[in-house]
């Protein structure tokens, strides 16, 4: 069996930049743990395999794997695998529009495919629920986890908090750019500190401006218990920082995140979360840039 891939950098607009994604075209025959040796393969921070939808009004039936893990729900390879599709202009045989579906275990995700004169260059997300926040954790104990000092976690507005959206968040303000540069992943500083059943994603944030209803932060996302010793761009967790500042904040708020730039893949994610009379809900949306394709072929 021969599958097609081909790979994409997200959240940005320059090549090398942004979150590394492979989507495998195919794979409904394989286990996973064939997709978990092909995830470890690629070595990205996650690789999506796409399959026939089981409801035929959706757009594709999506898996996402990390190279330690299967993940619900995640921010990247929604925004990229749907970019990837727009660019090839049809799957299973129908054409891909400005509006896809995915069926992930988490449900159905839903993206609004964003174009310029025409040519596809990103997408949109919507949340498939509201983040929920399920606790918080010992400020001490999250600085000591990624190597910082008690003082240099930010507990004005909120504790370090746990929030979920499929994928679980420790979710921690740091006083500037020069802790969060500091701040390192380490498998051995979060199980020993944070234990076992704490969440392996840890995601660090500082603020660098504000107004009314903007907000502009710099992020770093640590994950080594999954395989990924640190993200460049992380839209699940956008979303569920944009979930905790639900509860912080009155009305909708545009959210600038910039993330990747320690690690030298500068990304930029869009997120909104919109209180309207539909409701509440939140988006993330970034640009992408295509980079490989070619075949799996020992399969």
Not at 158 to 171: D, L, N
């Amino acid at each position: 069996m021969t599958l097609r891939y081909e790979t994409v950098d997200v959240f940005t607009e320059t090549a090398f930049g942004g979150n590394p994604l492979a989507v495998v075209l195919g794979g409904e025959t394989l286990t996973a743990e064939a997709m978990q040796a092909i995830a470890r393969e690629f070595n990205c921070p996650e690789t999506t395999f796409v399959m026939p939808p089981e409801d035929p009004a959706h757009t594709a039936r999506v898996r996402i794997f990390t190279p330690g893990m299967e993940l619900p729900f995640a921010g990247h390879p929604n925004v990229g695998t749907a970019t990837v599709l727009a660019w090839r202009g049809e799957i299973f045989g129908r054409p891909v529009g400005d509006a896809v579906v995915f069926e992930e275990a988490i449900g159905a995700v839903g993206l609004e495919i964003l174009r310029a004169g025409g040519a596809a260059i990103g997408a949109r997300l919507t949340s498939p629920a509201m983040p929920t926040v399920r606790g918080s954790f010992d400020p001490s104990a999250v600085a000591a986890a990624v190597g910082l000092s008690d003082p240099n976690i930010v507990v004005a507005r909120h504790a370090p908090a746990h929030v979920a959206i499929g994928a679980t968040f420790v979710i921690a303000e740091v006083e500037d750019l020069d802790v969060l540069a500091a701040a390192r992943g380490d498998a051995g500083l979060q199980v020993k500190h944070l234990g076992e059943a704490a969440p392996p994603l840890v995601y660090l944030y500082t603020r660098e401006d504000a107004g009314p209803d903007t907000l502009h932060i710099r992020s770093r996302m640590f994950a080594p218990r999954a395989g990924i010793p640190e993200d460049p761009a992380t839209g699940g967790a956008a979303v569920a920082i944009a979930g905790l500042f639900a509860s912080l904040w009155d009305g909708s708020l545009d959210i600038v995140i910039d993330q990747g730039i320690e690690m030298g893949r500068p990304s930029r994610l869009d997120v909104r979360l919109i209180r309207d009379g539909e409701g509440e809900r939140i988006t993330v949306a970034g640009r992408c840039v295509a980079m490989m394709r070619g075949e799996l072929t020992a399969l």
